[in-house]
C-alpha cells in the first residue's frame, strides 16, 4: 500500500476476533522480528488473547524493500518519514478495513520511537489510539557509549543504505560467539535465545539501515535525546502532551537500548495511566532481557507478550 509521499508499505494481518492492534518493528529488521514462528510470535499470542493483529513493514524494510512495480525502494528516510507518513497510512488502512475508530500500538526499539513521532506530531493520532506500548524504545541519548558513538561514526558516511541484511546473513553463518566480532554483536542483541534459533533469526528478521536513520541518530547522540531529523525538535517535549494510556518495557540486560535510555519513555509521556517494567530478575522475570529477547526470545511468549495483551485489554 502507499504512503502519503509515495513510498510502499507492508502489512500481514492475523485475523482476529477484537479489537486492532499495529505492531511495528525496530531498526535494521522486519515484521519477522515479532513473528519469527507460532511458538515466537506476539500476533498469535494476540489472536489468542481477543485482538486483531497487524504487522507493519516500514518503507525499505521486510515485504516492503520494493515497491508495488517490484523496484528496489532506496531513500534515506528518517524516523520522522516513518513517524509522520508509514504509521499514519497504516493506521488509516486497518481502521477503514476493520470498521473500527482505535487501534492499539506496540513498537520495539525504533518502532517504539516513531509511536512517540506520530502519537505526539500528526494530528488526530492521539483520538485514534486506545493504547501505547513502547518496547526497547530509547529517547535519552545524555551518557555517550560505544554502541551511540558508533552510530555517530556512521552517520558521517552519509550512506543512502547500509547493508545490514547482508551482515546479518554473514552473522548466521558463523556459530555463535565463534571470533570477537561475532561475540560482540551476540552479546548486544541476545542473552536468552537458543543456540539453534540463532542462525533462523538473524536471516529473518534483517533489513538494510538506511543513512537517514544513522544521521538522525548521530543527531540524537548530540543533542542528548531523540531529536528530529534536523536536530530542532526534541521529541520528549511533543510526548509530554500524549495522554494515551502507555507501557514501556527495557530490558534489565539490553545493550542497545539499556533502561536509562528507555525510561525516559515512561518519564516524558503525558498520560496519566502509564506503567514502566524492568524484565531482568530483580522484578520477577526468568531471565535478564536483551534487545531481541524482548521480542522473540525464549521466556518472551510467556512473560512480554502476556504483559502486552494485559496493557491492551485495560
Not at 2 to 14: F, K, R, S, Y
Not at 53 to 65: F, T
Not at 76 to 96: E, F, I, N
Not at 215 to 221: C, F, K, N, T
Amino acid at each position: 500500500m502507499q504512503t502519503e509521499d509515495g513510498a510502499t508499505i507492508a502489512l500481514h494481518h492475523h485475523p482476529g476476533d477484537g479489537p486492532p492492534v499495529l505492531i511495528v518493528h525496530g531498526i535494521s529488521s522486519n515484521h519477522r522480528c515479532w513473528d519469527l514462528s507460532p511458538e515466537r510470535s506476539v500476533a498469535t499470542a494476540l489472536v489468542a488473547a481477543g485482538f486483531d493483529p497487524w504487522l507493519l513493514d516500514l518503507r525499505g524494510h521486510g515485504d516492503a524493500l520494493t515497491d508495488a512495480q517490484g523496484r528496489r525502494q532506496w531513500g534515506g528516510w528518517t524516523m520522522d518519514d516513518y513517524g509522520q507518513h508509514d504509521v499514519p497510512a497504516a493506521v488509516a488502512y486497518v481502521l477503514a478495513q476493520t470498521g473500527e475508530d482505535q487501534i492499539g500500538y506496540v513498537g520495539h526499539s525504533l518502532g517504539g520511537m516513531i509511536g512517540a513521532v506520530y502519537a505526539s506530531t500528526v494530528p488526530g493520532a492521539q483520538e485514534r489510539l486506545y493504547a501505547l506500548i513502547a518496547v526497547g524504545s530509547p529517547l535519552d541519548f545524555s551518557d555517550p557509549d560505544p554502541l551511540v558513538s558508533g552510530a555517530l561514526g556512521l552517520a558521517r558516511w552519509s550512506l543512502p543504505v547500509v547493508p545490514t541484511d547482508q551482515l546479518a546473513k554473514i552473522q548466521a553463518a558463523m556459530g555463535p560467539r565463534s571470533n570477537p566480532i561475532n561475540a560482540l554483536v551476540d552479546a548486544a542483541l541476545l542473552n536468552d535465545v537458543a543456540p539453534e534459533l540463532r542462525p533462523m533469526m538473524y536471516r529473518a528478521i534483517s533489513s538494510p539501515m538506511t543513512g537517514g536513520e544513522l544521521r538522525q541518530l548521530g543527531a540524537a547522540a548530540q543533542e542528548g535525546g531523540f531529536v528530529d531529523a534536523q536536530g530542532l525538535v526534541d521529541y520528549r517535549g511533543p510526548l509530554s502532551k500524549v495522554t494515551v494510556p502507555t507501557m514501556v518495557i527495557a530490558g534489565r540486560a539490553d545493550q542497545i537500548a539499556p533502561v536509562d535510555r528507555v525510561m525516559a519513555f515512561y518519564t516524558s509521556v503525558g498520560a496519566p495511566q502509564r506503567r514502566l517494567v524492568i524484565a531482568g530478575r530483580a522484578t520477577g522475570f526468568a531471565v535478564d532481557y536483551g534487545h531481541l529477547d524482548l521480542t522473540l526470545g525464549d521466556h518472551a511468549a510467556t512473560e512480554i507478550f502476556p504483559l502486552i495483551a494485559e496493557w491492551l485489554r485495560r
